[in-house]
């Protein structure tokens, strides 16, 4: 692995600010990001990876790369829910093993958002179509972890619709955001657009340090609740994404020919949602601790993936 872009990702400002806010919560400091700023913070980085993607789509001509990635997409997070479901059911009850199979078969913006400023620092292009993949890739993974429990728990709870299944998926606050910003920043005129371009790109980075620091006192404060789970759970938090994301970052050289976006192919593929697949799962598999799915995906998966996963996957795909 290149040591130089593993000590750059490692000293990244943005990374820090992730580490400051785990520290703090340590320290039992009272530091702390207002619930609605957070919130705030999140819309804008949806909103902003969304518009830009749109924008760079609309000089795009639909061609093999697009449709291949979209295709893979899918494939992408119907197989990890699949085979994570059948490893995590051996020592878990049924709707842990499904929440958080359909957690990993999903993604995490946040995630997706740091790798983009990855590229942007190697200064790597990618297409604007991955910021659709990423939507696209949250439905499906919900949709199978939800058949995989109603397979193999005789007594589910939920009595929700596969239909309805569906609806939430693609109707949940961040997908609706990133989507509708795909389709405004596609349609809207390239002119108008440079208008707002100060918002969505030159004050980006410093918004998602914020956004890290109140991620990291997050992580530290559920961080706790998680360890009563044991050595499997922290195994599968980290193994699970790191292979994902190695086995992309090798076969999807078959399909795509950009760098950036079989890097962000190798993200997506390693990361677990905390966002989208929680709020669901609360409808769907009351019986699923949250206390057990957010804290190996935030907690664990999502700092590893910043720390090691990057590197690994770039020099993967750049070397072999």
Do not use: C, W
């Not at 692995?1 to 009272?30: C, E, Q, R």
């Not at 179509?129 to 939920?158: C, F, N, Q, W």
């Amino acid at each position: 692995m290149d040591l130089h872009i593993l000590i750059s990702n490692l000293t990244n400002p943005t990374l820090l600010f992730f580490v400051l806010g785990i520290l703090a919560t340590l320290i039992k400091s009272d530091l702390e990001i207002p619930q609605s700023t957070s919130k705030f913070i999140s819309l804008y980085l949806l909103f902003s990876i969304g518009f830009k993607g749109g924008q760079e789509l609309a000089h795009s001509q639909f061609n093999l790369e697009i449709s291949n990635s979209l295709l893979l997409g899918i494939v992408i997070s119907i197989i990890i829910p699949f085979y994570t479901f059948y490893i995590l059911k051996t020592k878990l009850s049924i709707s842990d093993s499904g929440a958080i199979a359909a957690a990993y078969g999903s993604v995490s913006a946040v995630t997706f958002v740091a790798a983009v400023s990855f590229l942007e620092s190697q200064k790597i292009p990618f297409g604007g179509h991955m910021v659709a993949v990423l939507a696209l890739m949250e439905s499906p993974a919900i949709i199978m972890g939800v058949i995989l429990m109603r397979k193999y728990d005789k007594e589910s709870e939920t009595k929700e619709s596969l239909k309805d299944i569906i609806i939430h998926s693609f109707t949940n606050g961040s997908v609706i955001m990133i989507l509708g910003s795909l389709v405004i920043g596609l349609i809207a005129d390239t002119k108008q657009a440079e208008g707002i371009k100060p918002f969505t790109t030159d004050i980006f980075k410093g918004f998602l340090a914020i956004f890290l620091l109140d991620m990291g006192i997050l992580t530290a404060k559920r961080f706790s609740a998680f360890r009563k789970y044991g050595l499997f759970a922290t195994a599968f938090a980290i193994a699970i994404p790191l292979i994902n994301g190695i086995i992309i970052s090798l076969v999807s050289g078959l399909f795509l020919s950009e760098l950036g976006n079989r890097f962000i192919f190798s993200i997506l593929a390693a990361s677990a949602s905390y966002i989208a697949v929680p709020a669901a799962m609360r409808l769907v598999a009351p019986k699923a601790d949250p206390g057990l799915y957010i804290p190996m995906a935030l907690g664990i998966t999502f700092p590893i993936n910043l720390t090691l996963g990057m590197p690994l996957y770039y020099f993967i795909i750049k070397n072999i």
